[in-house]
């Protein structure tokens, strides 16, 4: 048996798949990936589902427009309204996804270019919670290609030497996905082992952040730093308070012009 790839190994191969095979994923997997989603789940108080075999949430206008071709495995990742619920489903839904790269099997985070409609006729949020997106999952016909990335100083800023675990959790950052590849993000050295993370506007950035703080703790080490608070008015803004949503949020022809780019990079 091939030794698992290890979390690191994973942020550097993991690349977003759009087309795969018609193969069922195997039940060992199945069952190491569902219990990672449960874990997940107690730790976050998220709803994160699996759901296999299920073709038609990939089977509209929207998911072909953005590339997407026989999607029939996907996890849902849900959870109750509040002003961090997008921060966290990009934390702990990059962590299954990350885990699910371990597994041999590829991803791709999907806010948009999904039926909405027919995810719902296979879960029903409880009251208060709400569907944020889900991750296509299976085994993939290609591995995916690397992104575009924008340069260290454009990510972050550091006064002085920048310490090795920081350039460490910067490289892994930069390899983090971002809706329409966008890296609206920015990670600032606060002090000796502190770090401060912004998300710098942009649609469904703050699911980026969540997805980029877990790549940087998996590059730094949790063991080197801690998460340093945003000052209040950094994150005041048109926007403030009211996380931007999948159903409220994009839509236009713009988004989608969009989305379908990056689907063909
Ligand atoms: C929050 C989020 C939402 C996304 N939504 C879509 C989508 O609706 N359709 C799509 O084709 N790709 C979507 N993507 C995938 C991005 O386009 C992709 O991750 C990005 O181009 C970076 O490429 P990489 O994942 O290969 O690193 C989304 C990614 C994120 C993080």
Redesign the pocket.
Known sequence: MTEMMNEREAIES???V?EYYDRKIEPEALEDLQREISRCNEESGLNMQLVTEEPRAFDSFMAHY???SNVRNYIILAGKKSLDLQEKV?YYGERVAIRAQMLGLNT???????SRRKVKKFFRPASGEKIV?VLALGYGTSR????KSRTHSELCSVQGDMPVWFKEGMTCSM???????QQKFRLTLTGPHSVRAEATGGL?SK??LG?VKYHFEVGAGLENFQWDAVPEKKTAGKRSGTAISAESGPGSEEVLAA??A??G?
């Open positions: 993991r690349h977003a759009r953005g590339k997407f990009g791709c985070w999907v806010a948009l270019t999904f997106c995916g290609l690397s992104h390899l983090a996905p971002t809706a329409m590849n469904y699911i980026d997805i989305a379908s990056s689907a990079k």
